[in-house]
């Protein structure tokens, strides 16, 4: 069935390090993709986004790639800070409903 | 604040009893989402809202669950004769045209 899934449950980085959060799907006729972060007690909270006809897209310290060839999708944080800890979840559509992953838990140690 | 609002925040109840949650979406957003959550898993779709049109019901949506949007504004979620597997997260979400999804901070839902 459709699903996305994330490849590391829990990523641990030092203050002003990158990180990367990678992300695959199996659904090939999604059209849109978008990262959240969700922090304890609160809802997921919109990071950024790309379209399938996008390979990259850059926001304030933060790259979504999008390689469809291998259904890939991955979050880059520059210079990842303390508050930037969270669980972050990609999730798909192809219209409507979103389809989310298990979430990636970031812990940034200071 | 200008995000979508959900009430209450917590709720805890008794097994068997009924509850029910509100949502109110971003204002100029006509699609309403609701999800489920539960700890260490993403939010389950459950069902959604194009104005006061419900469109789709994930197989999740038991017959103990409704949901309504009488006037394509605000939302309800009504469960009946509630379950320990009931106890959740469950999360609203808004959208538009123009707009992705953004969600409320959730209701957290505990059956005794």
């Known amino acids: 069935g459709e699903s996305v899934g994330l490849h590391l449950p829990t990523l641990s980085v030092q203050e002003g390090d990158n990180s990367i959060i990678n992300c695959a799907y199996s659904?090939?006729?999604?059209?849109?993709f978008i990262w959240y972060k969700q922090e304890s007690g609160k809802g997921p909270q919109f990071i950024i986004d790309?379209?399938?006809?996008?390979d990259k897209r850059q926001g304030q310290r933060v790259t979504v790639l999008l390689n469809k060839t291998v259904k890939h999708l991955s979050l880059q944080i520059a210079a990842t800070q303390p508050g930037d800890s969270a669980v972050y979840f990609c999730?798909?559509?192809?219209?409507?409903?979103?389809?989310f992953g298990q979430g990636t838990e970031l812990s940034v140690k200071p | 604040d200008t995000g979508v609002s959900q009430n209450p925040r917590h709720k805890i109840t008794k097994r068997g009893q009924n509850v029910t949650f509100r949502c109110d979406p971003i204002?100029?957003?006509?699609?309403l989402y609701w999800y489920r959550q539960t700890l260490g898993q993403g939010p389950e779709f459950l069902t959604y809202?194009?104005?006061?049109?419900?469109?789709?019901k994930s197989r999740l949506l038991s017959d103990r669950f409704s949901a309504e949007r009488p006037k394509g504004s605000f939302s309800t979620l009504e469960i009946q004769r509630t379950e320990q597997g009931d106890s959740a997260m469950y999360l609203c979400?808004?959208?538009?045209?123009?707009?992705?999804?953004?969600f409320g901070d959730g209701t957290r839902l505990s059956i005794l």
């Open positions: 979400a808004s959208s538009s045209d123009r707009a992705p999804q953004h």
């Open positions: 659904n090939s006729a999604s059209d849109y």
């Open positions: 790309i379209r399938s006809n996008m």
């Open positions: 999730a798909e559509t192809g219209g409507g409903k979103l389809i």
């Open positions: 204002s100029e957003h006509n699609r």
């Open positions: 809202f194009q104005n006061e049109a419900q469109l789709e």
